[in-house]
């Protein structure tokens, strides 16, 4: 059962992956393409596969297994929204946007959690620098 919990965190950072890079590459001018929605279809198949993975544990009892599955997923969901929004001016940084990392900023305090992938560690603290950056800029 942990290689199959494996295996499907694995596969959803690769689509989260997928999803972030090329997302972040992308101007939001550009139409959706036959690519767009390729990846788009990749994402709902990995959102899918983790949701029934989630209700698998939830039914056998496994709270904790589904705990740290959700907060491995809202880090690695967070890094990718930080990505996009450091991309950004200052100024063009959408509010609620900016709340959710102050959302998972204060979860975090709050039931302190570690991941072990540095990367996705890294890009915490980034997403978390974004908030000091938005105070400093305003007027």
């Not at 915490?124 to 950056?133: E, F, N, P, S, V």
């Amino acid at each position: 059962m942990k290689s199959t919990t494996l295996l499907l965190v694995l596969l959803a950072f690769a689509a989260g992956g997928v999803v972030g890079g090329f997302v972040s590459h992308r101007s939001q001018a550009v139409p959706p393409t036959v690519s767009d929605s390729a990846v788009l279809t990749a994402r709902l198949a990995a959102d899918t596969s983790l949701n029934i993975a989630y209700l698998y544990r939830l039914r056998d009892g496994k709270l904790d297994e589904v705990r740290s599955l959700l907060e491995m997923q809202a880090d690695s969901s967070l890094v990718m929204l930080s990505e996009r929004l450091a991309a950004l001016p200052v100024g063009e940084r959408d509010p609620q946007q900016l709340k959710t990392i102050e959302v998972h900023r204060d979860y975090s305090a709050k039931f302190p959690h570690t991941n072990s992938v540095a990367y996705i560690s890294d890009g915490i603290t980034k997403a978390y620098a974004l908030l000091d950056d938005t105070i400093k800029e305003r007027p």
